[in-house]
């Protein structure tokens, strides 16, 4: 792997990545619909208030952790109980390697990334995966299954 390639794509700030257009929804949406709105268009979260003010976010994990009980309430509102206040973002002028770090860090998977304090988009772990395989094909697929394996005798012709 070309090490200077790679040095240039973590040191990439988020701003000129393709970022994943956010949803937002207001805090008191009922849980049914933010789940909804998040099968719809297969999105990891909804992220309660707007653009210029964040108040919360609601994800995949939030959803399975709270939202699973025989007796759960799906018209109540995301801010009753659901949804985390004050989610943790990202800058836009921040790298790629602070994103994963901070991913690995707190245990996300997905960063709403802010400029200027406008949210801008999300950055996805699964999405910074993608692009790292899209700029390395040639490593990524040459990849073996078990790369502790070693293969005793040659295969092919």
């Known amino acids: 792997m070309d090490r200077s390639r790679l ?14 257009a ?3 929804v ?13 099968q719809e268009g297969s999105q990891p979260c909804v992220l ?24 759960f309430d799906w018209e109540q509102p995301l801010d009753a109980a659901v949804l985390t206040r004050e989610p943790r973002t990202i800058s836009a002028r ?6 994963i770090a901070a ?22 772990l699964g999405g910074l995966l993608t692009q790292l395989a899209e700029a390395f094909p040639e490593d990524v697929l040459n990849l073996p299954p078990r790369p502790h394996q070693v293969m005793e005798k040659r295969e092919g012709g």
Do not use: H, W
Not at 94 to 99: G, K, N
């Open 48 to 71: 309660a208030g707007d653009e210029s003010k964040l108040t919360g976010i609601f994800t995949e994990r939030d959803l399975l952790l709270k939202c699973t009980a025989d007796d």
């Open 7 to 20: 040095k240039r794509f973590i040191n990439q700030r988020l701003s000129e990545l393709p970022l994943e």
């Open 103 to 124: 991913m690995q860090q707190f245990n996300y998977r997905t960063l709403p990334v802010v400029d200027d304090g406008r949210v801008i988009g999300l950055v996805r």
């Open 94 to 99: 921040q790298t790629v390697a602070e994103a």
């Open 26 to 38: 207001s805090p008191g949406t009922s849980v049914r619909k933010a789940v909804a709105l998040m």
């Open 22 to 24: 956010p949803v937002f």
